[in-house]
Each structure stands twice: as C-alpha cells, then as structure tokens.
C-alpha cells in the first residue's frame, strides 16, 4: 500500500489455516468476460509464491499448471478459490464468472468476500452488467479498487481508461476514483507503440521496474517529476479529502507537507471505508519472470487497504423457527456460524461445499446442524438436519491442502456435506441457527426438456435433485397444466451448462422441447346443449339428459355451476353428478385441448330413468351437453399475460419499449429509477417472451434487466390462434 519494495519473499506462498480474522482478507474479483480475472488471479498467485516460474505449485513437488487453474474454474462459469500467503497474511481470492448468464456465482463470490477487485481491460472500457454490480457493492458498503489489464493492447490508454472509471464509477465525485500509480513506458518499438514496463508510485514518488522480470526500485529521471507532481496533487487532495481530520485540507493548503505516513494512514481508512477507490495497473509476468507488473502493488492495498473480516458486521441470525438472535461479529470463540456460498460435485471426492465462516471455529470430523431456507418454488426442500464435517482443505488447482481447522473469517472446502446446498446455514448440532438469505437473481429463461430413453428417464429425478442443489439460481418446474419439466435458467450459456453437467456429471441424456405455456379457452358467447346418454344392452342400461345453459364470465372467475333445474327433472342426488362432469370435460377442453374457464353452467332441464339412471350415466351426459353447447358457441383461446417491468439505461428506453410492441406488448408506464435508468412496465403475453432474458440483453447491449409476474388470461387474438393451431398440427 505504500509503495513498499517486496522483501519478504520467504512469508509468501500456498495459504494455510488461519489463527486469527485479523491476519485474512477475502477479496472478490468481478469484471465482465475477458477483461483478464483468471490471468491475474494467476499474476497474484505467481508472486505470493504458490507457483513456481515454470508453472508448478509449489507443494511438496506435485505438478499443478496454470491450465489445472483453469480447469478448477469450468471454463470460467463459476466462482473458485485461490487462497495464498502475502506478508503474514492469509489472502482468499475469489475469481468470478464474467459472463451475466452467471451473475449467482458471482453473488457467491461477492456474499463470501469483505472487498471486491473490479478488473477492468483497457481496450474494452466499463460494460453495463460491470456497473450494476459496482452499484450493488456501493448498497452495501462493500470496499472496491479498481485494476486495468491488457495495458499491452495497441489501444489501451490508461490516462483515458482512468478518466472513464471515474465517470462510470465515481458518481457525484470522480475524485474518489483515482489513480494510486502512473505506468511506466519502456522504449518505443517499431510499430510506435511504447510497452508498459513499470510503474510510478504516486505518493512516494518512487519508480518500480519491472522489465527484468523482477520488481527493482529507483528515482524518477528529470522528465517524469512534472507529470507525477500534478497526478500527485490531485490524489492527495482526494485523499485529504475522504481523510477524518478536518484541519488536514487547511494545512495542505496552506503549503504544508503532509507526511507519507499520515497520507497512506488516510488512504487505508477511506479505502477500508468504501468511500475512496483507487486505481492500479496489473499484467502477467512475461515468460520465466517471478513477477507480474502492479502485483505486489496490489497484493499491498488488499493486505493494507482492504478491511478485515472483524470489520464486517454480524450477520444477522435467527434460530430455524425464526427467533431473532445476535451473535458477535467475527469471534472464533463465539457460536459456530458458517454459510455455505458455492456447492460442487467432484468425481473422486463427491460434493464439496465451499464455505464462510462468520463465527466460531470449524473442524473436521465434527457434527453440525445444517439449517435450509428451502426454496421450494425453485427445487429445493426445506431441511433441518445433522451432518457430520468431512476433510476440510484449501484449494489451488486441482489440488487440496489439508487444514485443520477454518477461523471466523475464513473460508475453507467441506467434503461429504451430503445436505448442504448453496446458501444453507452450519451451525453448532446443540444450538442450531439460521443466516438471513442472500437475494438469488430470477432465473426467467425457459429450457423444456425430457429424457431421452428410459434408462435415463430413470435418472432425471436424481440428476435435476443434484443440479439444481448446486445452484440455486436454477429453478425446476413440473408443470402440472402443459405435463412438461422446465428447467428455468439465467440465458443460454446457463442452460448450455446444466445440459453438460446433466450429461457428463450425472450420466443423463436428455432431449430439448419446444416450451408450452398454459393456454386455457372459454365460450366467447352463451350457449346452450343438451347432452343425451341412452344405452339399452339387455340388463340394466345407461339413462340420463340434462341441458345447460353456458355463458361466459369475467376473467379470474373459474367455473361456476348453477342447478335451476324444477319439477325434479333431474333427480337431486344426480346434480352432482352433472356437475362433476361439466368439470371433467372443462379440464380436458371442449376445442383446442386447453382447459375451460371462466364460464357460468346452469342446468336447467333433464330427463331420468327410474332404473337404468346412475352417477355414471349423468357425468357422462354432463360432458357431452358442455362438449355440444362449445359446438354451436364461438371458443376464445386464451393465453396468459405478464406484467413485464424492465431496468434499462436510458439510451435503450426506446429500443426497449419499440421491442416490447413488437411483442404484442402493451407498455402502461415508464418512470426514472435514478442514475439514468428508466424503469419500462409493460403487459406482454407469455407465449411472446419465452427468450425475453436472451433478446433483452441484445436490444440494450446488456445494460438491462427484467422481472414478470402471471397478470391474467385473456383472448389471442385471431391469427396467432390459427397460426399456434397450424403449428401444433404439423401444417
């Protein structure tokens, strides 16, 4: 943090067991696809120490590559750990997917850190889906810095990449975003552009080197002092200006020279705060080098700048039926409580959670309460259970250290918690405790899907059981109106992983369908029939007539039956019995298949048999009279309606709602949401947004988001009605 040369080589490398919050950092790196997480996550790992300059972990000799690393990360679709040791302390990086179809990975990564690493490349900019996770950091206070890769780009401009963070970032106050180090440039090559070769320390007006592969300080040269003086006014006025001692702004401006001391002391403070964010600049060592450029700088601010997990506030916690409780934040002394942030299944090991602990101490071996929230709408049971720990470890690649124990504030890897999901609660066997939820995105793509044979129709139950335990951002569906299973995911690439991990993981092949929504009909005007159910085979026969009048009713009505019948037409005791099968046939349908709504039945004649009249017989004529009144009555379909309310910058308002009609949509208002964003509500029929959580993130270059609710049912119109005929004939 302050400019500090690395000499302490000898205290860094693969993290252990911590023995006090005091001595961890959990930080989380966020950034969108390819702005370079995983590189530098291999960049920090390369100078702490835990891999060798060839590539090799360094541990006990065994052979673990960079490619392992990626390996460990599924081709950067979920969240991974790699802790490593940096100067006495213990540092849990947690690297996240960048990809939006995985935003629950990267809620782990942020719910399980104290501070976040925004990775920013320096030819691609600040995307949208970026910012809206920086704004929910800003929410909750959480500590950010920002880093700039691909410096090495033709086009990267840090000075310019600089100026951008602070507009996309810095609010009401770009002079919270700030650099904390300039880079330095090495000769110019032939193409003209002059790579980066170092870096200049703002406060300490230092030069750091890192051409020779290895960091070497010294003086800035005559040229350099201008630039670093006016970039170093504008820090330390920003620094000043976050900093707790009112009279430091009246000194500075009175010429006097705050001390370096008091100025990373402030620093410290206003980063640990989450009201000052400073810039750096990192790449990856170049081949054979020990380290990367802007990696120890780094690995100072977190170890220095970045806020302990004694600093995090208790979570708050009740017991499993809902009695508040308070537990002291951090204390390893203190009541075991510990969430599971990341569920995985390996092939040799079985399930493994990955798991924060906020109170008490874990152990291996020891027996646990593992406290469920449920989410029953999304596949998951609601559980109250004892388990026993399994090996706990720390992972790097593909291997695991053995630890033994995991602190308050750490994080560790449970083997064999065969109940635990994602977001559940460990807690001591005696004194079972439960931590609030943390907000899971709404998973509002559809993905029908069925098994391919019998065998693994056999399979599907359990399979669809352990995928959707891993994630609870999946929700699975039975639908019991269109008989289909849907698994509803976060976009495309989301379900094009649950299909893999569904095949290769859990052996069960299955088939993609086309997704049905719940259609439902209804009488568009009244109607009368007589249904007429005569058999005579010798022996008792079958006799029963009834006639019904139908009409239609206003949506959300049902089925409502009506008996006017007099004169004991119809005998009383077979009234129900019409009734029961007016409301058989309605749930089969009387036209398209679809279930009848919303229509008024009233019996008003019928004929019976002393003999041959039954309970069987009048259902029967029930469904025929209703299946004959549809015959001569014009039969709406109708199509259910959602009310759409989508999130979107105000540049794309209106790409957005032109979308929206191009669907049928009706939008009924548009309100601000601050931060120039616009809130879009719409009603839009459900059949034409089935890949709205696909479409949605094209139309606004994915700067927006949505949510929908069931409104109603109502008429489709005319052509669509024909057009979904025709389609489900095969025409």
């Not at 679709?77 to 990267?106: H, M």
């Not at 820090?235 to 702004?249: K, P, R, V």
């Not at 009555?633 to 709602?657: C, F, K, N, T």
Request: charge should be negative.
């Amino acid at each position: 943090m302050g400019d500090k040369a690395n000499t302490h080589p000898g205290a860094a490398g693969r993290a252990t067991a911590a023995d006090h919050p005091a001595s961890v950092r959990n930080v989380v790196l966020v950034g969108h696809s390819g702005s370079g997480k995983t590189t530098l996550v291999e960049a920090l790992a390369l100078t702490a120490g835990a891999v060798n300059r060839a590539g090799r972990v360094e541990d006990g000799g065994t052979v673990s590559d960079y490619d392992e690393i990626e390996h460990r990360q599924q081709r950067s679709v979920q969240l991974s750990l790699v802790p490593v040791d940096w100067d006495g302390y213990k540092i849990n990086i947690l690297d996240t997917p960048g990809y939006a179809d995985f935003v629950g990975e990267l809620r782990a990564g942020l719910r399980a850190a104290d501070a976040a690493l925004f990775v920013v490349s320096a030819s691609d900019g600040v995307d949208g889906s970026t910012r809206m996770v920086w704004e929910e950091c800003a929410a909750v206070g959480m500590p950010r810095a920002i880093v700039v890769t691909h410096l090495e780009s033709a086009r990267a401009d840090f000075e310019e990449m600089t100026r951008i963070c602070a507009e996309a970032f810095g609010g009401d106050d770009p002079d919270a975003v700030l650099p904390l180090y300039l880079p330095l440039h090495g000769p110019e090559a032939p193409d003209g552009h002059a790579p980066v070769t170092g870096l200049i320390g703002l406060l300490t007006r230092r030069l750091f080197d890192y051409s020779s592969g290895e960091r070497e300080e010294s003086e800035p040269g005559p040229g350099q002092r201008p630039l670093i003086e006016a970039a170093r006014n504008r820090l330390i006025e920003g620094i000043i200006a976050e900093s707790e001692d009112e009279t430091l702004m009246d000194r500075y401006l009175g010429g006097e020279e705050i001390d370096l001391t008091t100025l990373v002391k402030d620093l410290e403070q206003a980063v640990a705060r989450g009201s000052f964010f400073p810039v750096l600049a990192a790449a990856p060592a170049a081949e054979g080098a020990r380290q990367g450029l802007g990696t120890v700088e780094l690995l100072e601010l977190v170890t220095g700048g970045f806020p302990t997990p004694l600093e995090r506030p208790a979570p708050t916690v009740t017991t499993p039926d809902g009695a508040a409780r308070e537990v002291k934040a951090c204390d390893p002394d203190g009541p075991l409580v510990a969430e599971v942030v990341k569920t995985a299944s390996d092939p040799y090991v079985g399930r493994v959670s990955l798991v924060r602990v906020f109170s008490g101490t874990l152990r291996p071996d020891e027996t646990v309460h593992v406290s469920g929230h449920g989410l029953t709408d999304r596949g998951h049971e609601d559980h109250d259970v004892d388990e026993r720990i399994g090996a706990l470890s720390a992972p790097f690649g593909k291997q695991q250290r053995a630890l033994t124990h995991c602190i308050a504030g750490d994080l560790a890897c449970v083997a064999k918690l065969n109940r635990a999901e994602t977001g559940d609660t460990l807690s001591a066997k005696g004194n079972p405790l439960l931590m609030e939820p943390w907000r899971m995105p709404d998973p509002l793509l559809p993905l029908a899907i069925e098994a391919h044979s019998k065998a693994d129709e056999d399979k599907l139950s359990q399979g669809l059981g352990r995928l959707v335990a891993e994630d609870p951002t999946m929700r699975l569906e039975q639908n019991p109106h269109t008989h289909q299973v849907v698994l509803w995911c976060l976009g495309e690439a989301h379900a094009d992983v649950a299909l893999e991990r569904l095949r290769n993981r859990y052996g069960v092949q299955v088939d993609v369908v086309p997704h049905k929504v719940s259609l439902r009909e209804t009488f568009a005007a009244p109607s009368t029939g007589r249904g007429r159910h005569v058999k005579q085979s010798g022996g008792h026969g079958q006799f029963a007539i009834c006639a019904i009048e139908v009409e239609p009713l206003p949506g959300g009505s049902g089925i409502e039956f009506v008996d006017k019948v007099v004169g004991g037409a119809v005998p009383r005791q077979f009234i129900p019995s019409v009734e029961k099968g007016v409301r058989a046939q309605a749930a089969k349908g009387v036209a398209a298949g679809y279930p009848l709504i919303d229509v008024r039945v009233t019996l008003t004649d019928g004929k019976a048999h002393s003999v041959d009249s039954s309970d069987a017989a009048f259902q029967t004529a029930g469904a025929l009279a209703l299946r004959e009144a549809a015959r001569e009555a014009r039969i709406h379909l109708l199509e259910p309606v959602a009310e759409v309310s989508v999130l979107v910058g105000d540049d794309y308002v209106g790409a957005v709602m032109s979308d929206l009609s191009g669907r049928r949509g009706r939008v009924v208002g548009t309100e601000q949401a601050g931060g120039g964003r616009t809130l879009v509500r719409a009603e839009v029929p459900e059949i034409e947004i089935g890949r709205y959580a696909v479409d949605l993130r094209s139309v606004s270059h994915g700067t927006a988001r949505f949510d929908r609710h069931y409104a109603r049912h109502e008429p489709m119109p005319q052509q669509v009605a024909e057009r979904l005929r025709e389609q489900e004939s095969g025409i």
